[in-house]
């Protein structure tokens, strides 16, 4: 439950109604007798929800819904964010740091070396760190992906 109020307020949810969101998040993995880092199926959800339909109105149930739903989210971002952090592999490291020494080399300014490691960056997200893998499968190694071209800017003259 750690971090998810100031979730809901990066997520422009009414100040007013962020007590209830966690209220309904709390009742449900109470019922469902769950740890607040567990994911929650929709099975599971589906069948909360028909329990507090008993005695709540309908839009109360839909609120207990959203914040589910919402709850969720910040679950799977926060697990995103955590596998990214701890599975940043060697071979990415090395990529950045050659990158950069390239660019500063070749004289380029700061601000299109931060462009350009951004997109090696966005790039390592999009493959999920798994460079070694994609790099043998398309036949790259540590000095290969110089004249495989992995970097356009490498050919460049100044």
Do not use: A, G, P
């Given at each position: 439950m750690e971090g998810f109020e100031e979730f809901l307020r990066k997520s422009q949810v009414r100040e007013k109604y962020i007590p209830y969101y966690v209220r309904w998040v709390t009742k449900c993995y109470g019922f469902?007798?769950?740890?607040?880092?567990?994911?929650?199926?929709?099975?599971?959800?589906?069948?909360?929800?028909?329990?507090?339909a008993r005695k709540h109105e309908e839009w109360q149930v839909k609120q207990a819904d959203y914040a589910i739903k919402l709850y969720q989210y910040f679950l799977s971002s926060k697990e995103k964010a955590d596998d990214v952090q701890a599975s940043f592999p060697e071979a990415w490291d090395w990529l950045i740091e050659e990158a950069s020494r390239l660019l500063r080399f070749k004289h380029r300014s700061y601000r299109t070396e931060k462009t350009y490691l951004g997109w090696v960056r966005r790039f390592g997200e999009f493959l999920n760190y798994k460079v070694s893998q994609w790099w043998q499968e398309v036949g790259i190694d540590s000095e290969g992906a110089w004249s495989y071209g992995f970097f356009p800017w490498r050919g460049e003259s100044s």
């Open positions: 469902l007798e769950k740890k607040f880092n567990d994911r929650v199926d929709t099975f599971q959800k589906d069948r909360f929800l028909e329990h507090i």
